[in-house]
């Protein structure tokens, strides 16, 4: 029979394993819906179906995204409208077969004004987003090969990463803001020193795996790794002569050997019928305009950090992203550069509002606030 | 009927005419626009412009909107979003009385919304002599929608004047007094 002091060891013992095992400090399975959270596709609502009737990654349950622009909000408003009453897939939200009063109460609570798939407890989505790139590029250095696969997780999760850390700054900014013109009486800034502490938990991480994402960028480059079939099927004839065109000559000599009908110029070949459908895959740039001048995945990764002084910096992430590039380190490391924007400018309206004294300091909060928003909202 | 009646009549046809056409070029449609404007303040006074849509055929399904000012002669002091006509959903992004800006007055509904209709009122204090223009412009957040469908609409800037106070009034009319009396006796010295 343990004593109340052997139980507190025991305990104490498998605390101290834990720490030591490198533990993750976030539950596997937040929401308990018997899905882990690195796959699963509804962060903090318990959805264990997975539905996902419009296949874009998201799951129904916080995906109230209908037109597949990444946002939520007046244009999706109108759709939902059209489809109360009925039973639409996309639209019955709680997946109990009609659209209706119970639908329209998830959509104004939870979802609206929000990008598809947040939820949970603040920067949740991005902890499960980095544990998933974490086992997505333990795989590609497993096997040696960057897959179709691997391509499409990584963009999935550097896009929830992206979105959660916009999502969770925004819901920490509303509550400060409140606190600020209400002069404390609602609201509160608490939130935004949770949301930097999330932050600081994942920097590390997210530092880590954009530096294996680079590694595994240069060795596909020196042809110490190769590429999937699909991976390279799912390119259009001109993006795998610019993919040829990036590797060392043996790199370049084995793909064509490896691939031969699918680099059809580089060895005589008829063309291929180019880039397949990807209809069920974790769709990024569904419903958006290709990715031209002013539309497309870099595009939407560039406007979740677009305040006015960091416009010239977004802008660099949309060439960097676009034409199918969101998958590279380069993009990675851009949008994680626009991450840290948000960090600082936390820092700096931390330092603002602690050097706010009375009389007045309402008032210099509220310009604290104001400085803060042109920088992050 | 007389000829001068006639020519009355005519007169009378065309003024309608007239007037109808004016009103119809005036009352655009899908406008969004502060009410009253322009508006006439004096230093110091504390007043409110509605902020509205006017003339929408099609239902809006919500909206957003930012607007400046020049706060050398505004300061706001108030944002209220009508809540009876947008009823799934409001939210306000802050103003700034040190740049002049008001961001992100979002807004959206679930019953139908068309015709004309209340978005907000603004409170604003008049601090400075001059005049200055409201100048609108819609917020990507939450764009002007119908039925799932970009809503194309009409931004009229709104004006408000504000009349210096009397002790700026009087020290003009010594200037102008001044200048007057000098440019009369030009030989004189000052």
């Not at chain 1, 408003?77 to 329209?104: I, S, Y």
């Not at chain 1, 990584?154 to 992206?162: Q, T, V």
């Not at chain 1, 950090?305 to 660099?316: R, S, V």
């Not at chain 2, 009385?97 to 807004?107: C, H, K, M, R």
């Amino acid at each position: 029979m343990k004593t109340p002091m052997l139980k507190f060891a025991s305990l104490l013992g498998a605390l101290m394993l834990l720490f030591a095992l490198g533990v993750p400090a976030y539950a596997a399975d937040g929401d308990g819906d018997g899905v882990d959270d690195a796959i699963d596709n509804c962060l903090g609502k318990a959805n264990a179906d997975q539905r996902d009737t419009d296949h874009d990654g998201f799951g129904n349950r916080c995906d109230g995204d209908l037109n597949n622009d990444l946002d939520t909000n007046s244009l999706d408003l109108g759709l939902f409208k059209q489809k109360l009453g009925t039973a639409d897939p996309n639209a019955d939200f709680n997946g109990d077969g009609a659209v209706n009063a119970a639908d329209t109460a998830i959509l104004q609570q939870e979802l609206y004004l929000k990008p598809p798939g947040q939820g949970g407890a603040p920067l949740s989505a991005a902890a499960a987003g980095i544990q998933a790139l974490e086992t997505t590029i333990q795989q590609i250095n497993d096997n040696r090969v960057f897959t179709l696969a691997a391509s499409l997780t990584i963009e999935n999760k550097l896009f929830s990463i992206g979105a959660n850390i916009k999502g969770a700054s925004d819901g920490a900014f509303a509550q400060a803001k409140q606190a600020s013109q209400s002069g404390g009486s609602s609201g509160n800034v608490e939130d935004l020193n949770t949301v930097e502490t999330s932050l600081n938990d994942i920097r590390p991480r997210l530092d880590n795996a954009i530096v294996a994402l680079q590694t595994i960028d240069t060795r596909l480059q020196a042809g110490e790794y190769t590429f999937d079939r699909n991976y390279i099927a799912s390119l259009t004839l001109p993006e795998r002569q610019d993919l040829l065109s990036q590797v060392t000559a043996a790199a370049r000599a084995a793909l064509i050997a490896q691939f031969p009908d699918l680099f059809p110029g580089a060895v005589g070949l008829a063309p291929t019928t180019g880039r397949p459908a990807l209809a069920h895959s974790p769709c990024l740039a569904c419903g958006m305009p290709s990715a031209s001048a002013d539309g497309g995945v870099g595009q939407r990764i560039a406007d979740f950090f677009i305040p006015p002084a960091e416009a010239a910096a977004a802008y660099t992430c949309y060439n960097v992203c676009k034409n199918g590039n969101v998958w590279t380190v380069a993009c990675a490391t851009c949008i994680f550069k626009q991450g840290q924007n948000v960090i600082n400018a936390w820092n700096t309206f931390k330092n603002c509002w602690n050097n706010a004294k009375s009389p007045f300091k309402a008032v210099k909060q509220a310009l604290c606030l104001a400085q803060f928003l042109l920088i992050v909202a | 009927m007389s000829q001068h009646h006639r020519t009355h009549l005519k007169a009378a046809a065309l003024l309608v005419a007239a007037f109808a056409l004016g009103g119809w070029t005036v009352a655009r449609a899908d406008t969004i626009r502060f009410d009253p404007s322009p508006k006439t303040v004096n230093v110091g006074d504390t007043f409110s412009l509605a902020l509205e849509g006017a003339g929408f055929a099609s239902n809006v399904d919500g909206g957003g909107l930012g607007f400046t000012f020049n706060p050398a002669v505004l300061q706001i002091t108030g944002v209220t979003i009508d809540t009876g006509v947008w009823d799934f959903f409001t939210s306000f992004g802050g103003y700034d009385n040190t740049t002049g800006s008001v961001a992100d007055i979002l807004f959206s509904a679930l019953q139908n919304v068309s015709g004309d209709f209340a978005i907000a009122t603004i409170q604003f204090q008049a601090i400075g002599g001059g005049s200055t223009a409201l100048s609108l412009s819609e917020s990507a957040l939450n764009p002007f929608a119908s039925g799932g469908d970009p809503l194309a609409v009409t931004l009229a800037n709104g004006t408000v004047n504000v009349i210096p106070e009397p002790a700026t009034w009087l020290l003009l009319l010594a200037g102008l007094g001044f200048a007057s009396r000098f440019h009369h006796n030009p030989g004189r010295k000052p």
